[in-house]
Each structure stands twice: as C-alpha cells, then as structure tokens.
C-alpha cells in the first residue's frame, strides 16, 4: 500500500507535533510547516493527500492558503482552529475546506474525520468528469463549463453539483445532502441547500433540454437528465 502524505499548518509546536504522532502511527507521511507561507511551498512541492490547516498563522492566514489550495485542485482540507464561531465555521466550509474542527480536540475525533473526508475524496467508482449537453464538471481541475465557457464557481457549489449530476434522476434529501456534501453534523439549518440550488440555477438556466435540477416538493432535489 502507498503511504499517503499528509501536511499539517500549524504554529502551535505542540499541536502540530501532536498530530504528527497520531498522523504517523496510522500509517502517513507526515509534513508540518509553522506558518501559511512555508505550508503552501510544501503543498506545492509535494502534493499531499491532505491537509490538516490553523486559521491563525503567521505570514499567511489560513483563509488565504485555503484559497490558494482549492485554485490549484480538490486536496482535502480539514480546518482545525480556536475560531470556533458559526460564522467561522460556514466561511471555512463555504471556502472549500471539507471538515472543520474546533481546538481542543478529541485525537480520535480528528483521525475518524480525517479517514472519512479522504474515503469522500476518492469518490469511490464515480467518475471525476461529468459532461452533459453543454455542461461539463470536472473535479480534477475543479472547474465547470457551461456552454463552452469556463464558470466561476463556489467550491460548495460546484460539489453539490457534482453529487447530484453522479447520480442522475437520484432524489436527494436536504439532510442528506448536507451530510453527503458537506461531510459533517451541520449546525445550522438544510435552507443553505436551497440557497446554493438557487445559485446553480442561475448559473445554468436555459442552457439545455437534456437536464435540470428539479425541486422534488416535499423531499429535496435531483439532477434529471433527458438523454
């Protein structure tokens, strides 16, 4: 079996050495870097399974280096933070990051929720690109053409797309989504679901007859396709 890498950002000495310990007793390679500078210069050079990221750096913030990370593809990322506010926490998520957990920590907890956004990660047999009539997904490069045109696209956005465009004419309820996307016990409430539905509408309204996202009343939301 191949060892994965993972890279943890972190200041706090003890922390990261902490995590480096459970990290290595579970079977990973393991980089650390003390600041978001040095952290995306190894994320760079060395293309980790993973990485385990403190908001609160020095040089570069962790916000920064998330964005720097989700611009160059789908690495995982879990947040592990003191900034534990709900705002804090949609913001992480909504940036991309796939997991966030609030310092301090259980290790067990962290490992349990590292094992289970890398399983999420490899996305079982599903294909990385999707192409539809005008629409293509590609997680890989993380990106999304509609029409032929490159489409900025939220990282949140484009994931939940994704899962429902993995399983055509699925119906998929809020709850499950949340938990299937967003990859966590949500503590705020499923209408985030139905805002980034919208969102995805706008984006994708009018461009074919082959598909849709449809509002199953009642229930939640499927990706039909015609063809």
Not at 80 to 93: N, P, R, W
Not at 116 to 126: F, H, I, N, T, Y
Request: charged share 30%.
């Amino acid at each position: 079996m191949t060892q994965k890498t993972a890279l943890i950002i972190e200041d706090d000495r003890n922390i990261a050495e902490l995590l480096r310990l459970y990290m290595e007793k579970d079977g990973f390679s393991v980089l650390t870097a003390g600041d978001g500078r040095a952290g995306l210069k190894l994320f760079a050079d060395t293309s980790p399974a993973i990485v385990l990221l403190d908001l609160m750096l020095p040089l570069t913030d962790g916000w920064e280096v998330c964005r720097e990370i989700r611009a160059q593809g789908r690495t995982p990322v879990i947040m592990i933070t003191a900034k534990t506010e709900t705002f804090d926490k949609v913001q992480g998520l909504e940036m991309g990051a796939d997991d966030y957990i609030g310092k301090p920590f259980d290790m067990k907890e962290v490992m349990a929720r590292v094992h289970a956004v890398l399983r999420r990660a490899g996305g079982g047999d599903k294909p990385r690109r999707l192409a539809f009539d005008n629409l293509v997904i590609d997680m890989d490069s993380f990106t999304l053409t509609v029409g032929g045109k490159a489409v900025d696209t939220p990282p949140k956005e484009l994931e939940l797309l994704y899962h429902l465009a993995s399983l055509p004419n699925r119906v998929f309820t809020r709850n499950q989504l949340l938990d299937e996307v967003w990859g966590f016990d949500y503590f705020g409430d499923s209408r985030t679901v139905d805002v980034h539905v919208k969102r995805l509408r706008e984006k994708l309204e009018g461009i074919s007859e082959l598909w849709s996202l449809k509002t199953v009343w009642g229930v939640g939301y499927k990706f039909e396709s015609h063809a």
